[in-house]
Nanobody, 126 residues
Framework: QVQLVESGGGLVQAGGSLRLSCTAS????????MGWFRQAPGKEREFVAF????????YYADSVKGRFTISRDNAKNTVSLQMNSLKPEDTAVYYC???????????????????WGQGTQVTVSS
C-alpha cells in the first residue's frame, strides 16, 4: 500500500476552477493506477476519474467528462485533478485512491482500490 495525501480543496463559485493534488509515498508510484472519488453529504462515495500507471489511459465518470482532467507526474509521485466549469453538485469531499492493479476502462468499484487518502473538501457555491 501507499500513503496518500490530498491538497487543493476549497470554496469556489459555480463556473470556477480548482486543482486537486495527491502526493503518494513510495518508490513504485508509476506502477499504481490512481483514481479520484468523491462523497457528497448523505450520499455514497462515487467514482470521478482514474489514470493508468503510465498515464496513457484515463477514464471519467459521465458527470465530469469534458470538465475534469486527471493527470500524473511520476517523477514527483503526484496525481492531479483539474476541475473546470464547477457546479454546485460537484460539492463533496474528494478522495485520492491507488491500487497496483491495472484497471479496465469502466467505472471501478470502491473495492478496486486498496489505498485511500483522507480527503479534501470542495465546495461550489451557486
Amino acid at each position: 500500500q501507499v500513503q496518500l495525501v490530498e491538497s487543493g480543496g476549497g470554496l469556489v463559485q459555480a463556473g470556477g476552477s480548482l486543482r486537486l493534488s495527491c502526493t503518494a509515498s513510495g518508490r513504485t508510484f508509476s506502477m499504481y493506477t490512481m483514481g479520484w472519488f468523491r462523497q457528497a453529504p448523505g450520499k455514497e462515495r462515487e467514482f470521478v476519474a482514474f489514470i493508468s500507471g503510465s498515464g496513457g489511459s484515463t477514464y471519467y465518470a459521465d458527470s465530469v467528462k469534458g470538465r475534469f482532467t486527471i493527470s500524473r507526474d511520476n517523477a514527483k509521485n503526484t496525481v492531479s485533478l483539474q476541475m473546470n466549469s464547477l457546479k454546485p453538485e460537484d460539492t463533496a469531499v474528494y478522495y485520492c485512491a491507488a491500487d497496483s492493479r491495472m484497471m479496465r476502462l469502466r467505472v471501478p468499484s470502491l473495492t478496486d482500490f486498496g489505498s485511500w487518502g483522507q480527503g479534501t473538501q470542495v465546495t461550489v457555491s451557486s
